[in-house]
Protein backbone atom coordinates (compact mmCIF):
# COMPACT_ATOMS: atom_id res chain seq x y z
CA UNK A 1 0.00 0.00 0.00
CA UNK A 2 1.58 3.58 -1.04
CA UNK A 3 2.29 6.15 1.90
CA UNK A 4 -0.32 7.75 -0.34
CA UNK A 5 -3.11 5.30 0.06
CA UNK A 6 -2.43 5.21 3.92
CA UNK A 7 -2.40 9.18 4.13
CA UNK A 8 -5.76 9.31 2.34
CA UNK A 9 -7.41 6.99 5.04
CA UNK A 10 -5.91 8.47 7.91
CA UNK A 11 -7.30 11.20 6.50
CA UNK A 12 -10.90 9.84 5.37
CA UNK A 13 -11.41 7.08 7.56
CA UNK A 14 -8.95 7.13 10.47
CA UNK A 15 -9.73 10.77 11.70
CA UNK A 16 -6.49 10.81 13.10
CA UNK A 17 -7.43 8.43 15.75
CA UNK A 18 -10.03 10.17 16.69
CA UNK A 19 -12.14 7.31 14.62
CA UNK A 20 -11.05 4.52 17.11
CA UNK A 21 -11.15 6.71 19.65
CA UNK A 22 -15.26 7.37 19.00
CA UNK A 23 -15.93 3.91 18.64
CA UNK A 24 -14.30 3.27 22.15
CA UNK A 25 -16.24 6.42 23.97
CA UNK A 26 -19.62 4.52 22.15
CA UNK A 27 -18.91 1.06 22.23
CA UNK A 28 -17.52 1.36 25.86
CA UNK A 29 -20.87 1.95 26.97
CA UNK A 30 -22.87 -1.11 28.18
CA UNK A 31 -24.99 -2.64 30.66
CA UNK A 32 -28.07 -4.87 30.33
CA UNK A 33 -30.46 -1.79 29.47
CA UNK A 34 -28.02 -0.49 26.83
CA UNK A 35 -27.03 -3.91 25.34
CA UNK A 36 -30.94 -4.19 25.04
CA UNK A 37 -31.52 -0.62 23.12
CA UNK A 38 -28.30 -1.27 21.41
CA UNK A 39 -29.68 -4.79 19.90
CA UNK A 40 -33.12 -3.22 19.11
CA UNK A 41 -31.70 -0.47 17.35
CA UNK A 42 -29.97 -3.39 15.49
CA UNK A 43 -32.86 -5.57 14.43
CA UNK A 44 -34.74 -2.58 13.13
CA UNK A 45 -32.61 -1.40 10.95
CA UNK A 46 -31.95 -5.25 9.61
CA UNK A 47 -32.32 -5.00 5.47
CA UNK A 48 -34.26 -7.58 5.53
CA UNK A 49 -37.21 -5.71 6.88
CA UNK A 50 -38.20 -3.59 3.93
CA UNK A 51 -40.90 -5.53 2.66
CA UNK A 52 -42.57 -5.02 6.79
CA UNK A 53 -41.42 -1.21 6.17
CA UNK A 54 -42.62 -1.18 2.41
CA UNK A 55 -46.22 -2.57 3.79
CA UNK A 56 -46.43 -0.52 6.45
CA UNK A 57 -46.05 2.76 4.43
CA UNK A 58 -48.44 1.65 1.77
CA UNK A 59 -50.95 1.40 4.34
CA UNK A 60 -50.01 4.62 5.87
CA UNK A 61 -50.16 6.01 2.25
CA UNK A 62 -53.71 4.30 1.39
CA UNK A 63 -54.99 5.93 4.87
CA UNK A 64 -53.84 9.07 3.92
CA UNK A 65 -54.95 9.06 0.70
CA UNK A 66 -58.62 7.95 1.77
CA UNK A 67 -58.96 10.30 4.69
CA UNK A 68 -58.13 12.98 2.31
CA UNK A 69 -60.49 12.17 -0.31
CA UNK A 70 -63.64 12.94 2.23
CA UNK A 71 -62.03 16.59 2.55
CA UNK A 72 -61.33 17.47 -1.11
CA UNK A 73 -60.54 15.38 -4.06
CA UNK A 74 -58.09 17.52 -5.91
CA UNK A 75 -56.38 17.42 -2.17
CA UNK A 76 -56.63 13.76 -1.97
CA UNK A 77 -54.89 13.41 -5.91
CA UNK A 78 -52.19 15.65 -4.83
CA UNK A 79 -51.95 13.49 -1.74
CA UNK A 80 -51.62 10.14 -3.97
CA UNK A 81 -49.33 11.66 -6.36
CA UNK A 82 -46.90 12.73 -3.80
CA UNK A 83 -47.20 9.04 -2.09
CA UNK A 84 -47.29 7.39 -5.42
CA UNK A 85 -43.85 9.50 -5.53
CA UNK A 86 -42.44 9.03 -2.38
CA UNK A 87 -42.98 4.97 -2.46
CA UNK A 88 -41.42 4.55 -6.19
CA UNK A 89 -38.11 6.43 -4.42
CA UNK A 90 -38.02 4.28 -1.71
CA UNK A 91 -38.44 1.00 -3.62
CA UNK A 92 -36.01 1.94 -5.93
CA UNK A 93 -33.46 3.89 -3.79
CA UNK A 94 -33.69 0.56 -2.03
CA UNK A 95 -32.32 -1.77 -4.50
CA UNK A 96 -29.39 0.92 -5.83
CA UNK A 97 -27.87 0.90 -2.58
CA UNK A 98 -28.14 -2.32 -1.76
CA UNK A 99 -26.69 -3.26 -5.21
CA UNK A 100 -23.89 0.20 -3.89
CA UNK A 101 -23.80 -1.55 -0.74
CA UNK A 102 -22.29 -5.42 -2.15
CA UNK A 103 -19.88 -3.78 -4.40
CA UNK A 104 -18.67 -0.76 -1.70
CA UNK A 105 -18.23 -3.96 1.02
CA UNK A 106 -15.88 -5.96 -1.15
CA UNK A 107 -13.97 -3.34 -2.97
CA UNK A 108 -12.59 -1.34 -0.42
CA UNK A 109 -12.50 -4.93 2.39
CA UNK A 110 -11.93 -2.52 5.34
CA UNK A 111 -12.09 -4.27 9.14
CA UNK A 112 -14.70 -4.36 11.52
CA UNK A 113 -13.47 -3.66 14.99
CA UNK A 114 -13.60 -7.22 16.20
CA UNK A 115 -10.49 -7.48 13.56
CA UNK A 116 -8.96 -4.23 13.35
CA UNK A 117 -8.70 -3.58 17.67
CA UNK A 118 -7.84 -6.23 20.32
CA UNK A 119 -10.84 -8.23 20.59
CA UNK A 120 -10.55 -7.62 24.39
CA UNK A 121 -11.27 -4.45 23.86
CA UNK A 122 -14.26 -4.69 21.69
CA UNK A 123 -17.83 -4.89 23.38
CA UNK A 124 -19.92 -7.68 21.09
CA UNK A 125 -23.67 -7.84 21.31
CA UNK A 126 -25.10 -10.30 19.33
CA UNK A 127 -23.41 -12.30 16.19
CA UNK A 128 -19.93 -11.28 16.04
CA UNK A 129 -18.78 -9.98 12.69
CA UNK A 130 -14.96 -9.57 11.06
CA UNK A 131 -14.62 -7.92 7.72
CA UNK A 132 -16.53 -6.09 5.34
CA UNK A 133 -17.08 -2.95 7.53
CA UNK A 134 -17.25 -0.37 5.42
CA UNK A 135 -19.99 1.45 4.68
CA UNK A 136 -22.57 -0.09 7.49
CA UNK A 137 -25.52 -1.51 5.52
CA UNK A 138 -27.69 -0.86 8.75
CA UNK A 139 -26.68 2.72 8.83
CA UNK A 140 -27.41 3.39 5.04
CA UNK A 141 -31.15 1.26 5.21
CA UNK A 142 -31.95 3.28 8.50
CA UNK A 143 -31.22 6.65 6.33
CA UNK A 144 -32.55 5.62 3.42
CA UNK A 145 -35.88 4.84 4.56
CA UNK A 146 -35.90 8.25 6.71
CA UNK A 147 -34.83 10.01 3.83
CA UNK A 148 -37.10 8.41 0.94
CA UNK A 149 -39.96 9.43 3.43
CA UNK A 150 -39.27 12.66 4.80
CA UNK A 151 -41.61 14.81 2.37
CA UNK A 152 -44.24 12.99 3.83
CA UNK A 153 -43.87 13.25 7.46
CA UNK A 154 -44.81 16.40 9.65
CA UNK A 155 -42.55 17.46 12.44
CA UNK A 156 -43.29 14.82 14.82
CA UNK A 157 -42.88 12.26 12.00
CA UNK A 158 -39.28 13.95 10.93
CA UNK A 159 -37.92 13.90 14.82
CA UNK A 160 -39.23 9.91 15.04
CA UNK A 161 -37.03 9.47 11.61
CA UNK A 162 -33.95 11.22 12.85
CA UNK A 163 -34.21 9.41 16.27
CA UNK A 164 -34.14 6.39 14.45
CA UNK A 165 -31.55 6.74 12.15
CA UNK A 166 -29.41 7.67 15.15
CA UNK A 167 -30.67 4.92 17.00
CA UNK A 168 -29.60 2.26 14.55
CA UNK A 169 -26.01 4.13 14.16
CA UNK A 170 -25.01 4.79 17.45
CA UNK A 171 -26.13 1.04 17.90
CA UNK A 172 -24.28 -0.25 15.28
CA UNK A 173 -21.34 1.28 16.71
CA UNK A 174 -22.33 0.06 20.29
CA UNK A 175 -22.60 -3.82 19.55
CA UNK A 176 -19.28 -3.74 18.36
CA UNK A 177 -20.33 -4.01 14.64
CA UNK A 178 -19.01 -0.86 12.69
CA UNK A 179 -16.50 2.16 13.45
CA UNK A 180 -18.45 5.50 13.59
CA UNK A 181 -16.85 6.31 9.74
CA UNK A 182 -18.39 3.43 8.84
CA UNK A 183 -21.81 4.75 10.08
CA UNK A 184 -21.09 7.86 8.61
CA UNK A 185 -20.14 7.20 5.40
CA UNK A 186 -23.51 5.01 4.85
CA UNK A 187 -25.34 8.16 5.98
CA UNK A 188 -23.90 10.14 3.45
CA UNK A 189 -24.45 7.41 0.48
CA UNK A 190 -27.91 6.47 1.33
CA UNK A 191 -28.69 9.93 1.33
CA UNK A 192 -26.97 10.93 -1.42
CA UNK A 193 -28.99 7.78 -3.50
CA UNK A 194 -32.11 9.09 -1.79
CA UNK A 195 -31.60 12.44 -3.43
CA UNK A 196 -30.81 11.04 -6.83
CA UNK A 197 -33.52 8.60 -7.17
CA UNK A 198 -36.16 11.19 -6.19
CA UNK A 199 -34.84 13.41 -8.71
CA UNK A 200 -34.80 11.05 -11.64
CA UNK A 201 -38.34 9.76 -11.18
CA UNK A 202 -39.66 13.11 -10.79
CA UNK A 203 -38.41 14.24 -13.69
CA UNK A 204 -39.23 11.12 -15.42
CA UNK A 205 -42.89 10.15 -13.99
CA UNK A 206 -43.77 13.34 -11.58
CA UNK A 207 -43.12 16.33 -13.16
CA UNK A 208 -46.26 18.96 -13.30
CA UNK A 209 -45.56 19.72 -16.94
Keep these: ISDWTMNVKGALYDWGGLNEWLFHAVNDWRGGVVDR???AGTQIGDHSLFPLYLALFTALAL???RRADEVARQQSDSLARHWLETLGVLSVAYLVDAAFLTWAKAWY???RPLLALPAASVHVVGTPE???GLPSGHASFAMLIAAAI????GMRGR???AIFVLWVGIARVN???HFPADVLAAWLTALVVVLLIRAVLRRLFFSES
Design 159 to 161: VCA
Design 63 to 65: FSV
Design 109 to 111: GYP
Design 175 to 177: VGA
Design 37 to 39: VAW
Design 130 to 132: YVH
Design 150 to 153: WPML
